[in-house]
């Protein structure tokens, strides 16, 4: 059971090492329409979670492998939140981290939670969703398992950004036909400004769904993000590094099993060693080739 993978090029946070909370299987309270991974029933907590000592013996390795690594970020396959011991795990990080920030990457639900919102001010950056600030929309998309009313979710996140010393950012994710308009854009700006976030990042599906769902093109984001006004907004797209990431098979596998990598990730940040153990992983059958809305990505066969 791997825990940590990577590195990759977050196209939001720059070379970031990955540590997947609940490896063995997804766990997450939510059951966002667009999801990379597979779909699932909501839960309560990650089963069979790695224990503190766990992640932080594999990051350790990684590090010693991966040095020049921008951020250390806690995801999973579902919500990192829901991992049990999240306050002593990010403790521990703190000790070993080295000149690489902390992140996690949330669905938000947490900070709902009076023991988990304080486990994540320990951390420095904190990334939220936040697709929707209409409840009819928001339940559509995100497909809370416990009935989050949206509202209450927005004032506890303006309350935790004025406790919070780190950067808080929030993603807004747009789906075709669910929050693709300026109403929805404008509540949602309402949001922001209530929670003034150090930035919004603005993004679209640009990887297989779980269910039958699509983008929408750059020219509408752009057209959506002029609809936020007084907090930084950003349309995200990949940030590459001058690094070429050497991979082994296994870690390659381990790699497109939690996150697809699209054709410009292997061209810009695989080394050549890296893309031949690729195309012998794909020959092998071990990892195909899909297509998502022209875009290739590899993924785990």
């Not at 697709?131 to 995100?142: C, L």
């Not at 075709?176 to 949602?188: H, P, R, W, Y």
């Not at 209530?194 to 603005?202: E, G, H, K, L, N």
């Not at 990949?238 to 697809?260: I, Q, T």
């Amino acid at each position: 059971m791997q825990i940590v993978f990577g590195p990759v090029s977050s196209r939001r946070f720059g070379v970031s090492l990955g540590i997947d909370l609940s490896p063995a299987q997804k766990c997450c309270n939510f059951d966002c329409v667009y999801c990379e991974l597979t779909a699932a029933k909501p839960v309560a907590e990650i089963e069979n979670s790695p224990s503190v000592e766990q992640v932080i013996a594999e990051v350790k390795a990684a590090l010693a492998v991966h040095p020049h690594i921008d951020v250390i970020t806690l995801t999973a396959n579902g919500e990192p939140t829901l991992y049990p011991d999240l306050a002593r795990l990010v403790s521990e990080l703190n000790l070993i981290k080295g000149p690489a920030k902390t992140l996690i990457l949330s669905n938000g639900s947490g900070v709902l939670d009076p023991k988990i919102c304080e486990a994540l001010k320990g951390l420095d950056i904190v990334k939220f969703s936040l697709d929707s600030a209409v409840q009819k929309t928001f339940a559509r998309i995100d497909r809370s398992g416990d009935n989050i009313d949206v509202g209450e979710l927005v004032a506890t996140m303006a309350k935790f950004r004025r406790e919070f010393k780190g950067e808080l950012v929030l993603e807004i994710l747009v789906v075709k036909g669910l929050n693709d308009t300026k109403v929805e854009f404008k509540a949602l700006n309402a949001a922001l400004n209530q929670i003034s976030p150090a930035r919004v990042d603005i993004s679209t599906i640009d990887r297989p769904p779980a269910y039958p769902v699509k983008g929408v093109s750059q020219e509408l984001l752009h057209e959506l993000a002029q609809q936020i006004s007084d907090v930084p907004c950003v349309i995200a797209s990949a940030k590459y590094g001058d690094e070429k990431f050497e991979l082994s098979k296994e870690e390659l596998l381990e790699l497109v099993k939690r996150r697809p990598q699209s054709e410009n990730d292997v061209t810009n940040s695989f080394s050549e060693s890296s893309k031949q153990n690729l195309h012998e992983l794909l020959a092998d059958g071990k990892i195909k080739i899909v297509d998502a809305a022209g875009t290739k990505f590899y993924r785990l066969a």
